[in-house]
């Protein structure tokens, strides 16, 4: 009865057919999407390598969820930043109920499919992020990239993933450069180059990197320092101190305004 | 099990324990027990102790566990790393301390991991005495646990000790600490070594001593065991970080301690 009497007050909403109405919701999620900076994963002989663009040094694009999982996302920022934390909280409570071998990328990639997919079907607005779990394995033949959309479909690949806009641009830069042996620097070379592209040099101040390495112990997962990442870059314009303020002047900028409220991204 | 996710005014933050208690797991939800109901015998973990030398702190203790007057387990760890700058050691009814330690692990690692950066050495210290204080409804029905804690503070650049008392208590040392049913002898012996410029050798060497002495005057404290070749933890906690000794090198020094030990007969 209630119900009737909040029909009746509204005005008649126009019928928007099914098909419309998903790929209106599509479309809004690619295109905001598509305007945040992109992201590449890859595996290379000691693990896998994650190489996001981000000026911010203090917003992170790639995180640490278990031993031997990574999470990156790409969109709005507060949107993964919380898919984010509650990967790290289920994987810390599964490890917890049961034990830390239990713990593994398939079944949280399949999590976040799940409501991921749900957001996009049942609410008013589908979340504006892609991200991507990536779990190393013991031998080179266990490293998993799950690269997940936002409306839930998981794409499961298991020698490069690139998340965000001109995906396709950059995926062909980086396969003509690939090869699964190589080691960081050529990696780190071949990434921030794809995602570069041919008119911009890179810039290790604009990187975020991370790796997740075989032999780190128990947690797989390390940061690389803007220094680690410039040796490895071309040496053409070197991280000098005016890239590192410019650097700094951004992520205070971002600070002042971490949700990104009008801005879908973080870098 | 599904995806955790939290409205943000429910969102427990970067505590684990808080994390359990929104998903039904509170680990500190304790029975308690009928009026006159008499503690049961549970094992034991007895020696601990840590003293401050020139380079950070060296955290020691004995590997044996009671129930009663028997020898419930001849090789318990009660030395453990809490993180990478950290390590804790406990004393009391095993189980629940094994627990918490685990715990606390998570706990210093979760935050670690949702905030972006470790907590501070005290900060890790108030959580464990959380963690002692939730214990408290076991601790009254006998189920105490005793920790220590110790560190290396980063950003200070000194080792640090702290040790609790079963309500949860929280007292730094300045120096050294022992604690557990031979934490009285350990004590007495580390305050008779005790300078303000040990090296890690000399710092090992005193702890060694202090156990051994320890082991001679309580019944639950473990000595070095040569025929099963089982010998105390020793671990050191400096900039570095938490490193175990070898335990070849802990035996080497309970040769010097049984020479010494011999020489004054």
Sequence with gaps: MGALGEAARMSMPFYVAPEQFMKDKADFARKNIARGRPLVATVYAEGILICAENQSKSL???????????????????????????????????????????????????????????????????????????????????????????????????????????????????????????????AIRTAAGALAGPDRTPVAADLEVAVLVRSNGRRAFRRLIDEEVGAALPATVATDSGATDSGATDSAALDTDPAGTTEPDAG | MSLPMFRPQDEPGPSFTGVLRRVGLDPFSAVAAAAGAVPFEVRHGTTIAAIRYVDGVVMVGDRRATAGSSIAHRHMEKVHPADRHSGVAI??????????????????????????????????????????????????????????????????????????????????????????????????????????DLSRADAIGLAVRALWQAADEDSATGGPDAVRGIYPTVATITADGFARAEEAEVAERFVTVIADEGAQR
Aim: charged letters at 25%.
């Design chain 2, 91 to 196: 004393a009391g009814a095993a189980g629940p301390a094994m627990e918490m330690v685990r715990l606390f692990q998570l706990q210093l690692e979760h935050y670690e991991k949702v905030e972006g950066s470790p907590i501070s050495l005290e900060g890790k210290a108030n959580q464990l005495s959380q963690m002692v204080r939730s214990n408290l409804a076991m601790a009254m029905q006998g189920f105490v646990v005793v920790p220590l804690f110790a560190g290396f503070d980063v950003r200070r650049g000194v080792g640090r000790i702290y040790t609790y008392d079963p309500t949860g208590g929280r007292y730094e040392e300045t120096d050294f600490h022992a604690d557990g049913s031979g934490g009285r002898d350990a004590r007495t012996t580390i305050k008779l070594g005790w300078r303000p």
């Design chain 1, 60 to 186: 992170h694009k790639v995180s640490e969820i278990y031993d031997r999982i990574a999470f990156a996302g790409v969109g709005r920022y507060n949107e993964f930043d919380s898919l984010r934390r509650a990967g790290v909280q289920h994987a810390d409570v599964k490890g917890y109920q049961f034990s830390r071998e239990d713990v593994d990328a398939r079944s949280l990639a399949n999590l976040y499919a799940q409501y991921m997919g749900n957001v996009f079907t049942h609410e008013m607005k589908p979340l504006e992020v892609e991200i991507l779990v990536a779990e190393v394995g013991t031998v080179p033949s266990g490293d998993q990239l799950f690269h997940i959309l936002y409306d839930g479909s998981v794409v499961d690949e298991d020698r490069y993933s690139v998340l965000g806009g001109e995906a396709e641009a950059i995926a062909g830069r980086l396969e003509s450069g690939f090869d699964a042996d190589w080691d960081l620097p050529a």
